[in-house]
């Protein structure tokens, strides 16, 4: 009886911790990259020269109220952009202004094709992507703290190789 109460309680507390921007299923949202949501498939085109081949990229999906403090995250830490493109896609306007490292993209079903699922609130999705340097995407996932997680993107990135 004490276990499923302990039990019981572990579910009620993961349920309340949830995020309305997190995956319906959690175990899609940010596995490992070992563990990858989809066979790779090849990157739809973002902006002109992206995908490129022998290039990776890093691509962003998020809401436009979100923008601008994942702008802000990408130029404190300016790693991944040497490893990679960035593009954001945001999902709707008002859009940020892009930078010289960053092409921000204003498009509200992108995310589809890049299979990306739809949050808890049913909304636009909130995550990243990763494009190989074949053009192949081997990693995709919803992550509602993408700001907090740019080294993981970094690793992402680094493994697409």
Do not use: C, K
């Amino acid at each position: 009886m004490a276990l499923a109460l302990v039990l019981g309680g572990l579910m009620v507390a993961h349920h309340l911790t949830r995020s309305r921007l997190d995956d319906p299923n959690p175990a899609r949202q940010r596995p490992d990259f070992l563990g990858a949501n989809h066979a790779p498939f090849p990157a739809p085109a973002l902006a002109p020269g992206i995908p490129a081949r022998g290039t990776e990229a890093a691509v962003f999906f998020t809401r436009p109220a979100l923008a601008d403090s994942l702008i802000a995250a990408l130029r404190t830490d300016p790693s991944l952009a040497r490893l990679a493109r960035l593009v954001i896609v945001v999902s709707g306007t008002p859009a940020p202004v892009g930078t010289p490292t960053i092409t921000v993209v204003v498009d509200p079903g992108l995310a589809a094709s890049f299979h990306l699922d739809r949050p808890v609130d049913g909304g636009p999705p909130v995550g990243y992507a990763v494009i190989a340097s074949s053009g192949l995407v081997p990693y995709e996932t919803l992550d509602p703290a993408i700001a907090d997680h740019l080294v993981e993107v970094q690793t992402m990135v680094g493994a697409a190789g």
